[in-house]
């Protein structure tokens, strides 16, 4: 899902036009307010997305239209689902050092959560309130890893946000995204939208692919099993943590070492 962009440059009656510093620094400061509030994840996501639809209703518009696309076109729907395996994966962390979903799963479950890059709010907002939940699933045997499709460093950046203990992983070119059917051309009408407000996926990426992956959350169990998975084509939409750690609660009841 792409990105908030600015939509500075998108043809409006002038009286609507956002300068590219003004929408810039009031989305961040949309963000932060919502990164503060004492309220669901979903309440402080859909801050923002009503922050960005107040701002640019041209912008907002052209991220429905997206959204209604990849929905139109089923993707994310063969994404791998409970009771499936959950495909491994190699890649490396923020540092460099590759991380394999094998080496994670032998210290018990694991939170697999895909996001669009550290330039997103929704994506800081989602990986903060992970970086939040990570004593209570730590608590019940298990861990937490976040992907993205940007290079080490931009993934690093994401990790600095969130001050989040856990792997900020780099999923460069998307393939690892490809192959649970997460990834997306952002398309054409969107492309413009994120160039024209400075969003340069090519620099952050490494590539001139314009691919995204959806954001996907998957609750893997220790046998490599899936146990419960969220994946919307809207990026403005993300896993409530209390569901992902009901997932988690209800696999720690069945294993003894976990029993409370």
Request: aromatic share 6%; net charge negative.
């Amino acid at each position: 899902m792409e990105p908030i962009d600015e939509p500075s440059r998108i043809a409006m009656p002038a009286e609507k036009i956002v300068t590219e510093k003004s929408f810039t620094e009031s989305l961040e400061a949309a963000t932060e307010e919502a990164r503060r509030m004492d309220a669901p994840l979903s309440v402080r996501l859909q801050a923002v997305a009503d922050r960005v639809r107040e701002l640019s209703p041209a912008f907002a518009d052209i991220v429905d239209r997206m959204v209604a696309r990849l929905a139109e076109n089923g993707v994310g729907l063969e994404a791998p689902r409970p009771g499936e395996t959950m495909p491994p994966f190699l890649l490396p962390d923020e540092t460099g050092r590759l991380v394999s979903l094998s080496s994670l799963l032998e210290k018990g479950p694991v939170v697999v959560s895909f996001n669009r890059g550290h330039w997103c709010p929704y994506c800081q907002l989602n990986v903060d309130a992970l970086a939040r939940a990570e004593p209570e699933v730590l608590a019940l045997g298990a861990q937490i890893v976040a992907i993205s499709p940007e290079t080490c460093e931009w993934a690093a950046q994401l990790k600095a946000y969130a001050q989040a203990p856990f792997h900020v992983l780099s999923d460069l070119d998307g393939g690892y995204a490809l192959e649970l059917s997460l990834l997306f051309w952002v398309g054409e009408e969107k492309q413009r939208a994120m160039a024209s407000g400075g969003f340069d996926l090519v620099h952050f990426q490494a590539n001139d692919t314009w691919m995204l992956p959806i954001p996907a959350t998957f609750v893997v169990g220790s046998n490599g099993v899936i146990l419960a998975r969220y994946v919307d084509p809207d990026y403005r939409r993300r896993m409530e943590v209390e569901e992902l750690l009901e997932a988690l609660r209800a696999d720690a009841r069945r294993r003894p070492d976990q029993a409370r």
